[in-house]
């Protein structure tokens, strides 16, 4: 049997960074344990009346977000909240997938126009990675609203 994976991300703000990978990826952030949502529903919300239930302290009810492949195929995101800043750069970091069929220009146009969504929504440009082949086809490195960096490949 194989295992499944959970990509844990440290962050001040977990809702807002969860927020942000949202739009990146696609995915959605799921209801609370035991509670359907109607459709429509916003999960965000769903969670605030469910902590405010449970008798979650209002300063701790942002101490952890998630979000999860709609299709049911791609690993599960969780953002927990740490006090301090993040200080280095990331020894593992994620590859966001956004041309990995297209090749040589065309490639690197769509990595731009991606690059400029995720810019318009907090995220950073760091650098430009032009093909390099056979070993590199290209990529963009950036940085999401925390400084935790990923690739656009």
Same mark, same amino acid.
């Given at each position: 049997?194989?295992?499944?994976?959970?990509?844990?991300?440290?962050?001040?703000?977990p809702?807002?960074?969860s927020?942000?990978?949202?739009e990146?990826l696609?995915?959605?952030?799921?209801?609370?344990?035991?509670?359907?949502?109607s459709?429509?529903?916003?999960?965000?919300?769903?969670?605030d009346?469910f902590? $405010? /239930?449970?008798?979650?302290?209002?300063?701790q #009810?942002?101490?952890?977000?998630?979000? +999860?492949d @709609?299709?049911?195929? =791609?690993?599960?995101?969780?953002f927990?909240?740490?006090?301090?800043?993040?200080?280095a750069?990331?020894?593992?970091?994620?590859?966001?997938?956004?041309a990995?069929?297209?090749r040589?220009?065309?490639?690197?146009a769509?990595?731009?126009?991606?690059c $400029? /969504?995720l810019?318009?929504?907090?995220?950073? #440009?760091?650098?430009?990675?032009?093909? +390099?082949? @056979?070993?590199?086809? =290209?990529?963009?490195?950036?940085?999401?609203?925390?400084?935790n960096?990923?690739?656009?490949?």
């Open positions: 049997m194989s295992a499944t994976i959970q990509i844990t991300l440290d962050a001040r703000d809702r807002a960074l927020a942000f990978w949202k990146v696609g995915y959605v952030h799921p209801g609370p344990p035991g509670v359907e949502l459709p429509g529903e916003d999960p965000l919300e769903a969670w009346a902590l $405010e /239930r449970s008798g979650v302290p209002e300063d #009810r942002n101490s952890a977000s998630a979000l +999860e @709609p299709d049911g195929r =791609g690993p599960r995101f969780f927990q909240q740490v006090p301090e800043e993040k200080v750069k990331n020894r593992v970091h994620v590859d966001v997938r956004t990995p069929d297209l040589d220009d065309e490639r690197m769509a990595l731009e126009r991606e $400029e /969504r810019v318009a929504l907090g995220g950073r #440009r760091l650098a430009r990675h032009d093909p +390099e082949p @056979p070993m590199s086809l =290209g990529f963009i490195v950036m940085a999401d609203p925390e400084g960096e990923f690739c656009l490949d």
